[in-house]
C-alpha cells in the first residue's frame, strides 16, 4: 500500500511539475516569437517596398485597370494606392475621375439558424427634426421570418410597425411577415441600403457620429422584393421572380469617384440571370446569365454608360513561385513577380483569376476572356518556428487525441474542407489520411527520444524494472514537459565513477551497471565525531 501511495504522489507532482514547466515554455515562446523570430522574419522575407494588387477595376469607356496597393518599408509602416492601366502606366489624379461601381453579389454557403447579435439590424432615419431607430427583427431561423418595429430616439415612443402588408400601430400577424432566409447564420446582403447596421447598440447611431440617416430599404423575401420607405411607412412589392429564388441583391452606385453619388441602382441575382432596376425598383436592365457566370458564388457586375453590361467572376490558386512565368500576366501586374525574384524564402504566389463578361445592352454575351492576376507572394512565414515549437513541445497524449478526435467535430460543425464544400466523410477521410501521416510522425519523434533519455537515467539509477517501464511511458506519453516532470519527482542517488570501467553509476548499488564489478566501500570523508557517552 505505502508503495503504492509513493507512486501516485511521485506521479502528481511529475504533473504538477510538467503542466508548470508547460505554461512557462509556451509563454515565453510566444514572446521570443513575437519579439526577435518576427524582426528576422520581416528581415528576411519582406522586400522595402511590398505591392499587392487587389482587384480589375473599369472606366467608364469599359478599359480595365488595376487597383492595388504598394507598402513601403517592412511591415506596414506607410501604405499608398495605386492605380494603373494593364500595361503599367500609372492612372494619374485618380480622384478627379469616375469611373465604374461594381456592384458585387456574394451567395452563401448554406441556411443557418441565425445568433441572437445577428438577429436584429438597425436603421436611422429623420422625420423633421426628429431622429427616428427602425428595427429589424428577425425569428433567428433559417428560413425564418421578420418585421419591422420603429421608434423615436429622443421619446422613446413607438412609431408602430411594418409588414408586408404595410403600416400598423399594433403587432404585425405571422402572415405579414417578411419570409428571409439566412446565409452563413447571417442577414448580411439579405437587406440592402442605405446605413444598415448589425449592432445591437442605439447609441452607435447618433449624429454625433457623423452617421447620415437613411430611410429606403430594398429587402430580399425569398422570391420577393421589397422597397420599404422608412419614412413615409410606405412598402411597396418592386420584384418577384418567377421561376428561381433570389440568391442575392445589392445596391450602390454606378460610378464611383468625383460626381458619381447620385446614380445609384439595384441589382438582383438568380440562379439564371440578374435583373437591375432604378431607386423607385422600375426595371432598367436584365441579362441572361451563362454557364460560367452562373455557377459562380460571387461575381460583380458593371454597367457602361451605353447601357452595356459587364461581370467578372473571381478564383484564387496559389502555385510554387518557381512554376510562375512573367508572360502569362499582364505587363502592369509583374512588378509583383520582381520583387520575389532571387529571394529563397518566397514559396508560394497568390494568383487571381479574373472572368469578364462583355453583354450587349439587349443582354447577349459579347465576348469572354480571363486575365490572371498575381495578387501578392507569400513567404515561408513562420513556419520553420512553428514546426520547431511544434517538435519540441510534442505531446502524444494531446496530439493524437486531437487527431483521432477532429472528424468528428468536422462533422458535427460542417466545417468546410473546401471553399463552398461543406465536410462529408470522404473529405474528412481524404483530410484525415494526410494529417494522420504528418502528425504521427511528429507527435512521437522526440517523444521516443525523451522517453528513451528517461530509460536510460532510470537504469543508471538502479530503479526495479516495474519503476523503469512506468516512467518510460509517461515520458512518452507526456513528452518534454513529462520529461521535466520525471527528473523532479524524486531525489535520485549520487553517482560515483566506477574504477573499473570509468563509468557513472549509483553509489546505492553494491556493483557497477556497466562491468559488473562490485564496487568499493567508499571511503569517508570528513571529521567522524564518537560520542564517549
Not at 416 to 438: C, L, M, N, T, Y
Request: glycine share 8%; with cysteine; proline share 5%.
Amino acid at each position: 500500500m505505502r508503495t503504492v501511495t509513493t507512486h501516485l504522489c511521485r506521479t502528481i507532482k511529475a504533473i504538477l511539475v510538467g503542466f508548470g514547466f508547460s505554461v512557462v515554455l509556451v509563454l515565453f515562446w510566444i514572446w521570443l516569437a513575437e519579439v526577435w523570430f518576427l524582426r528576422l522574419q520581416q528581415a528576411d522575407t519582406e522586400p522595402e517596398n511590398a505591392t499587392t494588387i487587389e482587384s480589375i477595376q473599369f472606366n467608364v469607356d469599359g478599359s480595365p485597370f488595376l487597383s492595388g496597393f504598394q507598402y513601403q518599408g517592412q511591415g506596414v509602416t506607410a501604405m499608398m494606392s495605386i492605380h494603373q492601366d494593364l500595361e503599367g502606366h500609372e492612372i494619374a489624379n485618380i480622384t478627379s475621375r469616375r469611373w465604374l461601381g461594381g456592384l458585387s453579389f456574394y451567395q452563401g454557403v448554406e441556411n443557418q439558424d441565425i445568433s441572437w447579435p445577428e438577429r436584429m439590424l438597425i436603421f436611422r432615419t429623420r422625420t423633421g427634426s426628429a431622429n427616428n431607430l427602425w428595427y429589424f427583427l428577425h425569428d433567428g431561423q433559417a428560413h425564418g421570418r421578420g418585421f419591422f418595429v420603429g421608434y423615436e430616439y429622443e421619446t422613446r415612443r413607438r412609431i408602430g410597425f411594418l409588414g408586408t402588408g404595410g403600416f400598423r400601430e399594433t403587432e404585425v400577424p405571422a402572415e405579414e411577415m417578411f419570409p428571409v432566409v439566412s446565409k452563413n447564420g447571417s442577414l448580411s446582403n439579405r437587406i440592402v441600403g442605405t446605413n444598415i447596421w448589425t449592432n445591437n447598440y442605439a447609441y452607435l447611431i447618433q449624429g454625433a457620429y457623423g452617421i447620415q440617416p437613411g430611410h429606403v430599404l430594398y429587402l430580399n423575401a425569398e422570391t420577393s422584393i421589397y422597397r420599404v420607405d422608412l419614412n413615409t411607412h410606405l412598402v411597396q412589392k418592386v420584384f418577384e421572380s418567377e421561376d428561381d429564388p433570389i440568391l442575392a441583391v445589392d445596391f450602390g452606385p454606378l460610378l464611383q469617384g468625383v460626381d458619381s453619388q447620385e446614380e445609384r441602382s439595384l441589382a438582383i441575382r438568380t440562379a439564371s440571370q440578374v435583373v437591375l432596376l432604378d431607386p423607385e425598383g422600375k426595371e432598367t436592365s436584365r441579362v441572361k446569365l451563362p454557364t460560367k457566370i452562373a455557377g459562380s458564388k460571387s461575381f460583380s457586375l458593371f454597367k457602361v454608360a451605353d447601357d452595356r453590361l459587364i461581370a467578372t467572376t473571381e478564383t484564387l490558386v496559389q502555385k510554387p513561385f518557381e512554376e510562375i512565368h512573367a508572360e502569362d500576366f499582364p505587363p502592369g501586374a509583374r512588378a509583383i513577380l520582381a520583387e520575389g525574384e532571387g529571394r529563397e524564402s518566397i514559396c508560394l504566389c497568390q494568383i487571381k483569376q479574373v472572368g469578364i463578361t462583355r453583354f450587349q445592352p439587349d443582354g447577349s454575351v459579347v465576348s469572354y476572356h480571363e486575365i490572371a492576376l498575381p495578387v501578392r507572394l507569400v513567404p515561408l512565414q513562420s513556419m520553420k518556428w512553428s514546426m520547431a515549437s511544434i517538435w519540441l513541445l510534442a505531446c502524444p497524449l494531446l496530439m493524437d487525441g486531437a487527431l483521432l478526435l477532429s472528424p468528428v467535430f468536422m462533422m458535427m460543425e460542417g466545417t468546410p474542407i473546401r471553399e463552398g464544400i461543406h465536410a462529408d466523410w470522404k473529405d474528412i477521410s481524404q483530410s484525415f489520411q494526410i494529417s494522420f501521416v504528418s502528425f504521427f510522425l511528429v507527435s512521437h519523434l522526440f517523444p521516443l527520444l525523451w522517453g528513451g533519455l528517461a530509460w536510460k537515467r532510470m537504469r543508471r539509477a538502479g530503479l526495479s524494472a516495474g519503476e523503469v517501464r512506468y516512467w518510460t511511458g509517461f515520458v512518452y506519453v507526456c513528452g518534454l514537459c513529462g520529461w521535466v516532470g520525471f527528473l523532479t519527482h524524486r531525489a535520485w542517488p549520487v553517482e560515483e565513477t566506477c574504477r573499473s570501467c570509468g563509468r557513472p553509476t549509483a553509489v546505492t548499488r553494491d556493483h557497477c551497471l556497466h562491468c559488473g564489478k562490485s564496487l568499493p566501500i567508499p571511503e569517508p570523508r570528513g571529521i567522524e565525531i564518537i560520542d564517549a557517552t
